[in-house]
């Protein structure tokens, strides 16, 4: 590019990449994200690197592993002294935004140290503090059965989507007079995430006839929380109509955050910085909804409806109408913008760039991608357990998954232990600390439900998965700090008995 390009990069919560019409689905109506698709790349197997919110944004806005720096719980966020993507930008010289108060991602003080502008941007909301405290106390579920997989239905008051809004006229607000550039516009949405409801017209917008059923729970052997996670959240009990009733309101919820995402992309058009502007889609993890009968996301969940995620990257002078098939891993993000943007990353990461991929979407990019999740027995303490659980979700009058979650895994910590998936082209392998290991044929069981481990003639696949997982473990262990200290400092001792 003739000069360093601006960035919007917006980022879904919860979303399955198989919401998405652009992604192969046939019910779902989501026409702005579609249109951004074919305007630019889709990359179809991208994977992230952490089945849960905070982890995953971690990884992909450090380049890094989640076990790398011990980002692995919704509690851990990121340090000052940990580089970030929007950070860099901001060192390098980018005005940084980042619209609305999804403050779950950068620990105290370094939301300030990474960007310019922050939150509504004239707009007024409950302070950060209280907005949880909001979602909970307006929760209405219309029965405790509907309340085990979260479903609002129709709903006018879901502070969720009050955010999104408002973050999205700041947006709009924001584009009428850009600032200077170059500059990045970082917008993390909530929506589609649970609790499951939505207004008209999106309540309605899908016929509840023409939702597949969800995943069924296979015969033979299974990861152990998911049997559990049945029995204590009582899903077992849920019938097709109620999970098709689910999949609709999600649909739903899915397509008012096109609009949203229409609005964004508007928004850009409509300004005189469109070709130089740089847009990338993405989602954090993805949603069980209804498949082998769970609902949300599990730490140690590693199936392909909630680590495949979507990717798209379009705008400024990059190729359009491309869809690419390689092996894809949001660490990748990172590398991307900073590569497009013409600037050294300051510290060592694992992401790839995919700028060569943009240009060329048959390229190979990775021969392997990895995700991992849980946690080792010993950090039982630092899991999210009954008393990690904030008062205002302990008050709640109806028992749903954020509670029985939490129940669970007091209850029997090894539901959650640490977990790790690898993928090639063609199998994934996941090997967990406490269980059997999983092995998938995806060129014949897309949907990973029907586990090959242990069997004889495809000992040598697992040989080879086991020894790529190890030598990944071994290269990605940690990083050397970019900062060198004399070997031997200078050290001002004192005396015994000296007081000066």
């Not at 990973?448 to 190890?470: D, F, P, S, Y």
Request: proline share 8%; aromatic share 8%.
């Amino acid at each position: 590019m003739s000069r360093p390009p601006n960035f919007v990069i917006i980022v879904a919560d919860q979303l399955r990449a198989d919401a998405l019409g652009c992604f192969g689905s046939r019910i779902a109506k989501t026409p702005n994200i579609d249109k951004l698709a074919e305007s630019g790349t889709i990359f179809t197997e991208t994977y992230v690197q952490n089945p849960t919110c905070v982890p995953s944004r971690a990884s992909f806005l450090t380049g890094l592993y989640t076990h790398v720096r011990g980002h692995r719980t919704n509690s851990h966020l990121l340090q000052a002294d940990e580089p970030n993507l929007l950070g860099i930008l901001k060192k390098a010289g980018y005005y940084v935004m980042c619209p609305g108060i999804r403050g779950d991602t950068f620990a105290p003080g370094v939301t300030e140290q990474s960007v310019h502008e922050y939150g509504f941007w004239h707009e007024e909301m409950e302070s950060e503090s209280n907005w949880p405290r909001e979602v909970w106390r307006r929760l209405h579920f219309p029965s405790p059965s509907w309340a085990r997989i979260e479903y609002v239905g129709r709903s006018t008051d879901l502070h969720q989507d009050l955010h999104d809004e408002l973050a999205v006229r700041a947006v709009e607000r924001r584009m009428r007079t850009p600032p200077p550039e170059p500059w990045l516009l970082f917008v993390p949405l909530i929506a589609p995430h649970c609790p499951f409801g939505v207004d008209e017209p999106w309540f309605s917008l899908h016929r509840r006839a023409d939702m597949p059923p969800p995943l069924p729970i296979p015969a033979g052997p299974e990861a152990k929380f998911k049997s559990a996670v049945r029995n204590k959240y009582g899903t077992n009990r849920i019938n097709l109509e109620m999970w098709r009733e689910l999949a609709a309101v999600y649909h739903g919820m899915v397509s008012r955050m096109d609009q949203h995402v229409g609005r964004i992309l508007r928004s850009i058009s409509q300004s005189s910085v469109k070709a130089r502007t740089v847009v990338t889609f993405l989602a954090d993890h993805g949603e069980y909804l209804g498949d082998f009968g769970l609902v949300e996301k599990w730490y140690s969940g590693m199936d392909r409806c909630l680590t495949r995620t979507p990717l798209i990257v379009a705008g400024g002078e990059l190729p359009s109408g491309q869809r690419s098939e390689a092996l894809v891993e949001l660490t990748d993000l990172l590398a991307t913008v900073l590569d497009l943007a013409s600037i050294t990353s300051p510290h060592t990461h694992f992401g790839r760039s995919l700028k060569p991929l943009l240009l060329d979407p048959n390229l190979m990019h990775r021969k392997y991608v990895f995700t991992e999740g849980g946690f080792n027995l010993a950090e039982a303490h630092q899991m999210e357990v009954g008393e990690k659980i904030p008062d205002f979700a302990r008050e709640s009058s109806v028992a749903c998954p954020t509670l029985m979650k939490a129940e669970l895994i007091r209850e029997d910590p090894s539901t959650v232990g640490r977990t790790i998936a690898v993928r090639d082209d063609e199998w994934t392998y996941v090997w967990r600390l406490y269980e059997r290991p999983e092995l998938y044929h995806r060129a014949t069981d897309p949907n990973e439900t029907v586990n090959l481990a242990g069997t004889r003639k495809l000992r040598h696949i697992e040989r080879r998965m086991e020894q790529a997982l190890l030598r990944w473990r071994i290269e990605t262990a940690d990083v050397i700090p970019t900062t060198e200290n004399p070997r031997f400092p200078l050290v001002f001792s004192r005396r015994p008995g000296c007081s000066h």
